[in-house]
């Protein structure tokens, strides 16, 4: 009996400790704790002149350094519809659900960005060979809810889905808002919103703070022909972030960052849970604004990074902005990366001091002012000259970095460059004709840096199928941009 007692006692702290829900207990026990990442899953996108007769798919990649298959496509799921235009994903259940032993990681939410599908994907069964669980039809998303191109998606600790809309179930924007879905049966359960907007993008919620942030792009219909700079001016395009009451789900501020903030896309409150601030990166503006919780109670908000335009000749303007198309937080909240599509270099920045961050590591890969483009910078704030071309195995790298994922432990960053198609298409037609990338970054963690790992690469103009454009890239354990505590 005594021996048995004794058993019990060193096997209950580890009982006591022991999580039986998804994810991690805080964001810091990921950074320790965390395993490495052995394969990532991310969304292919046919390019213009095949999305017609082609359908996109869902990409599992081998990330493990030590398998034979490192750096190489190991499945493709592919969509039985054309023309969804697949983008960005989220799960059913994250580290928000940590303390729910009844919740469990293994179902990826996927929307189609201009179809409005909403494809449900079994990811538990078979991690490296991902099917399909259900389908929910743009019709029916329509119908009750009212809201079209479906973009951002999070899982919540009630165990409900939710994606935000972008605009109508038309493309206007007469309306935006938020899909929620059942977390069991993923059936449609209606709109989150208690209080109206027009446009919508990204949203991030703290819910010890009672608050969730939402941002902007632009009218679908506008956006989804490419961009044209007059219709920023005709109001199509969004510059404001808002701010709800997590509780009630109704607007309490809009913050109005003006042309300096002009397209707000990426919002990412800091992963501390007690937390009252956090970052947006705006892409026309190029610019990041800190956002915060004043004395009094309210929100208000603080520019923080400017970069500046490059003047160009042999461009569609006389100036170039750096277009800041996605930003992350380090899962330490110690940094904040950032890519510049137009420019062609990611960022890191110290953000230890929250108003202030320092730039402490920079890399360039692509972009629209290399040394060799049609392109001339004859006036240039940062560089002395313009950037050469990179190749990676003999091949050029076309397009710019875009999006990207930091891993857990904030040593390793993927990328991948292709913004949305017909965008693409508008800004770097030759990704579209020869395909998208994926590179791996390495970080130096102490001192800041960021250097290109040449050996690897996966190369999406290689594709069975064709040329294809890599988007938003998801890791199966959770990461930076999809877990949220509570």
């Not at 004794?6 to 006591?16: M, N």
Request: with cysteine; aromatic share 10%.
């Amino acid at each position: 009996m005594a021996a048995a007692a004794d058993r019990l006692k060193t096997i209950a702290p580890a009982v006591k400790q022991c999580h039986c829900g998804p994810g991690y207990k805080t964001p810091m026990d990921a950074v320790k704790n965390g395993p490495r990442e052995k394969i990532v899953y991310l969304p292919c996108i046919q390019p213009p002149h095949t999305k017609k007769f082609k359908p996109d798919y869902l990409a599992t990649v081998d990330v493990d350094p030590v398998s034979p298959t490192y750096s190489k496509v190991i499945h493709r799921l592919l969509m039985p519809y054309l023309e969804d235009e697949l983008h960005h994903s989220g799960w059913n259940a994250c580290s928000s659900c940590y303390d729910d032993p009844s919740k469990a990681r293994n179902r990826l939410i996927l929307p189609g960005l201009n179809s409005d599908r909403i494809y449900v994907i079994d990811v538990g069964t078979d991690p490296r060979e991902p099917r399909f669980h259900k389908i929910i039809e743009p019709g029916d998303v329509h119908k009750m809810t009212g809201l079209g191109a479906l973009h951002t998606s999070h899982c919540l600790a009630s165990g409900e889905i939710m994606i935000s809309g972008i605009g109508d179930a038309k493309g206007d924007k007469s309306k935006s808002g938020f899909v929620l879905l059942d977390g069991e049966d993923f059936s449609l359960k209606g709109n989150w919103e208690r209080s109206h907007i027009t446009i919508g993008y990204d949203f991030w919620y703290q819910p010890r703070h009672n608050v969730m942030v939402s941002t902007e792009w632009g009218m679908p219909n506008a956006w989804r022909k490419g961009f044209k700079p007059e219709e920023y001016t005709q109001g199509l395009y969004g510059h404001s972030i808002h701010v709800w009451d997590w509780t009630t789900h109704e607007k309490l501020q809009t913050l109005d960052f003006g042309d300096d903030g002009a397209i707000p896309l990426e919002v990412k409150f800091l992963h501390d849970p007690n937390a009252t601030m956090g970052y947006v990166g705006c892409a026309l503006g190029s610019t990041v604004y800190l956002f915060y919780k004043t004395p009094k109670g309210d929100w208000d908000f603080q520019k923080v990074i400017q970069i500046p335009s490059k003047k160009v000749e042999g461009w569609a303007l006389p100036e170039m902005p750096s277009l800041i198309s996605a930003i992350v937080v380090s899962l330490d909240d110690r940094f904040l990366y950032l890519s510049n599509w137009l420019h062609g270099d990611m960022r890191q920045y110290d953000i230890t001091d929250r108003r202030n961050p320092k730039l402490v590591g920079q890399v360039f890969i692509a972009g629209s002012i290399l040394s060799d483009s049609a392109v001339k910078v004859t006036k240039d704030e940062e560089l002395e000259s313009q950037p050469e071309p990179r190749y990676i195995n003999g091949k050029r790298l076309e397009g710019s970095p875009q999006m990207f994922q930091v891993s857990l432990d904030g040593k390793r960053i993927y990328v991948t460059n292709s913004l949305m198609s017909a965008w693409d298409q508008q800004f770097y037609p030759e990704m579209c004709k020869k395909g998208s990338w994926m590179l791996q970054i390495d970080v130096d963690t102490d001192n800041g840096g960021l250097t290109l790992n040449d050996k690897f690469f996966v190369d999406f103009g290689a594709e069975p199928f064709g040329p294809v454009l890599a988007h938003e890239i998801r890791y199966p354990g959770g990461d930076c941009t999809s877990d949220i505590w509570i």
